[in-house]
């Protein structure tokens, strides 16, 4: 038992310094319109198992203190040392709620456009009020500084978020086979080919780079219908990295490529109505797979019990077989005394009456049981 306690420590310790490092590099990649560390935080606390979580908010909390400690002289060491330890609980309060109201992935990710969205607003939130409570940084004089805050959490967390829940998935259903493989593979080639006409030094104008950003929707919409959510999953990362990558950032918090931040935010919104409609579309999907299968099964079980029963089958209209011949021999005996004593006419007529009962009698064995075959 203390080797397993020793274990299990060590497991959260390592997942504390991992998610740390991963905190650390996603921060050093990101910007006000494209906040990577709170798809990061979103991601991992929705996903991870709550055994964990202690290990992860101390993880959370030593990546904060190593980008704000640095910061002591402007903002005095109250909010440098303890907001680290403040924000990672108040954006759990709403995971936690989350999980549990929907306790599985499956369940989790038809609603990840709401959850999303409420998890930026209410991080932009708690970033207002602990900065506030502990005389921190001023965060947003504005309201449209707060909306470029709140669009770069909602893209972070999709980036990060889309992909787990993608491969979450996969464990419990096929995922992938050659359409998919390859309708992703045409769609990320569009993607980088759009992407490269707008970041190559080929001179286009403004209006022509707004509308080379917006065909770039075209391919996750293409991906969504073809595949529904996994589609429109897959579309949107790719999207949402492409966009990213042609903003210019000037290192200052709260500055922003005002045309690419249009886009973004106009991307916020298709996201959020794609896997809308790319969960719908999954369900009519998954519910034609299961009804083929099932029609394949009813199929299926009809061909056995049809095989099971075809002996049983084959010998009841044996036994019809041989029961009319011995009634045939009986008609003919018949028929030679009626012949004996003189009434032809009611002979004539058994004979009759007895071809009518011979093609009744083959036309109904044929609809049990084809013997004509043997």
């Avoid at 959370?60 to 005095?76: H, K, N, Q």
């Avoid at 954006?91 to 599985?104: M, Y």
């Avoid at 959020?272 to 009804?291: E, F, H, M, N, P």
């Avoid at 019990?305 to 009319?324: C, I, K, N, T």
Wanted: net charge positive; proline share 4%; charged share 15%.
């Amino acid at each position: 038992m203390e080797g397993s306690g020793w274990f299990r420590l060590s497991k959260g310790l390592l997942s504390s310094a991992l998610y740390c490092a991963a905190y650390w590099c996603l921060w050093q990649a990101s910007f006000d319109q494209w906040f990577l560390p709170a798809g990061l935080r979103a991601t991992v606390f929705l996903l991870a198992p709550l055994r964990y979580w202690p290990y992860l908010l101390l993880g959370d909390a030593a990546a904060l203190l190593m980008i704000r400690s640095p910061m002591v002289e402007d903002y005095g060491p109250v909010w440098s040392y303890l907001s680290p330890f403040l924000l990672a609980p108040w954006v759990t309060t709403v995971v936690f709620f989350v999980r549990k109201k929907l306790r599985t992935p499956e369940r989790q990710a038809p609603w990840l456009p709401l959850i999303g969205i409420g998890l930026a607003l209410w991080g932009v939130l708690g970033n207002v009020t602990i900065n506030t409570a502990l005389s921190g940084p001023p965060s947003f004089d504005t309201l449209s500084k707060a909306l470029n805050f709140a669009v770069g959490n909602y893209l972070g967390i999709l980036l990060l978020a889309l992909p787990a829940y993608f491969f979450s998935l996969g464990k419990h259903r096929q995922i992938t086979g050659t359409s998919f493989v390859r309708d992703a593979i045409i769609a990320l080639v569009i993607v980088v080919g759009l992407h490269a006409s707008l970041t190559l030094d080929v001179g286009i104008t403004r209006s022509t780079k707004q509308i080379l950003l917006m065909v770039l929707f075209l391919p996750a919409a293409w991906l969504m219908l073809m595949h529904g959510w996994r589609g429109a999953a897959i579309g949107i990362c790719m999207v949402n990295l492409a966009i990213a990558q042609t903003m210019t950032y000037t290192g200052e918090q709260g500055t922003k490529d005002y045309d690419v931040y249009l886009i973004q935010v106009g991307l916020t919104i298709a996201a959020s109505i794609l896997l809308v409609i790319g969960t719908k579309i999954s369900i009519l999907y998954d519910r034609a797979r299961q009804l083929g299968i099932s029609e394949q099964r009813a199929q299926a079980m009809t061909r056995s019990s049809l095989l099971a029963g075809e002996d049983s089958l084959r010998e009841q209209v044996l036994y019809m077989a041989q029961m009319h011949v011995y009634m045939d021999d009986q008609r003919k005996q018949l028929v030679e005394l009626l012949k004996s004593q003189g009434k032809f006419t009611d002979a004539m007529l058994l004979n009759s009456a007895a071809v009518e009962h011979m093609q009744s009698f083959e036309s109904r064995a044929r609809a049990i049981y084809p013997l004509g075959i043997e």
